[in-house]
């Protein structure tokens, strides 16, 4: 028994993480930016993750490695400080199960007003998700992702932006301890309204009851640029996995544009 028990707890220490297989659609650090008032939009979120884990993370799960990822996000902006959103369809091409539907999810951003004028800015996001069996093992998840900020003007660049997301998100099991800390952060470099640079990161911590170990954490490392051309922002980059616990190579590609505005009164 004792030898059973040995073999037993090695093995659940070379089991990956979660995280470590888990495809995402949305690859995003959240600056607290919202449509205007009676203004529809529409983000396009696209990953392909080039390099990543090659076993599921469960049975019948969608395989990491060489999935393509995405899904489109309807957003409506309600009043200057709320936001409304689902994404739907959220889908994966892979080569064991070709195309799947993944599921959806709805989403209410709460924001500071005119987040993008402001020096500090903070706001929070809440998503409620319904999953597929080969996404994810739970039928019902959430997450809530904080979101703090500075805008800083220096005389020599039109603007830095340092943004931090800290994400929880929650299985519906185990209260308040059992929540996954997975950050995210973002130090931008905007050269003008149209052109920047980023470095992001995005981090899976572990439950806040208990912390992965160094070893068992995932952190991935992104270069970003963005682009904003013709009435559509573009977000494109690609990222590395700095842990065994993360996919090792992901590319990215994000388009965004409004598709409707209420018309503004007459003077």
Excluded: C
Excluded at 71 to 86: K, N, R
Excluded at 176 to 184: E, T, V
Excluded at 212 to 218: E, F, V
């Amino acid at each position: 028994m004792s030898l059973r028990a040995l073999l037993l707890i090695a093995f659940a220490l070379f089991i990956p993480t979660r995280f470590a297989f888990a495809q995402t659609d949305e690859i995003q650090v959240y600056d607290a930016a919202i449509a205007e008032v009676g203004t529809f939009n529409l983000t396009w979120h696209n990953n392909f993750i080039a390099d990543g884990a090659k076993e599921p993370a469960f049975p019948g799960a969608i395989i990491a490695n060489h999935s393509f990822n995405g899904v489109t996000e309807w957003a409506y902006g309600i009043a200057p400080w709320f936001e409304g959103g689902l994404y739907l369809p959220l889908y994966s091409f892979t080569d064991k199960y070709g195309a799947t539907f993944n599921g959806g999810k709805i989403r209410m951003l709460f924001v500071l007003p005119h987040a993008a004028e402001r020096k500090f800015f903070f706001g929070s996001n809440f998503e409620f998700s319904v999953n597929s069996n080969r996404w994810d093992e739970r039928r019902f998840t959430s997450e809530i992702r904080p979101i703090v900020g500075v805008h800083l003007r220096p005389s020599w660049l039109h603007q830095v932006d340092l943004i931090v997301n800290p994400i929880l998100d929650n299985s519906w099991a185990g209260g308040f301890r059992s929540l996954d800390f997975a950050p995210s952060s973002r130090a931008a470099f905007d050269f003008s309204e149209k052109w920047a640079i980023a470095v992001e990161e995005y981090a899976d911590i572990g439950e806040l009851r208990d912390f992965y170990p160094a070893s068992r954490q995932s952190h991935e490392v992104w270069g970003v640029l963005d682009h904003a051309f013709g009435g559509v922002s573009m977000e494109t980059g690609i990222g590395f996995g700095v842990t065994s616990s993360s996919d090792k190579v992901t590319l990215k590609l994000i388009l965004s544009r409004d598709l409707h505005s209420k018309p503004k009164p007459q003077n």
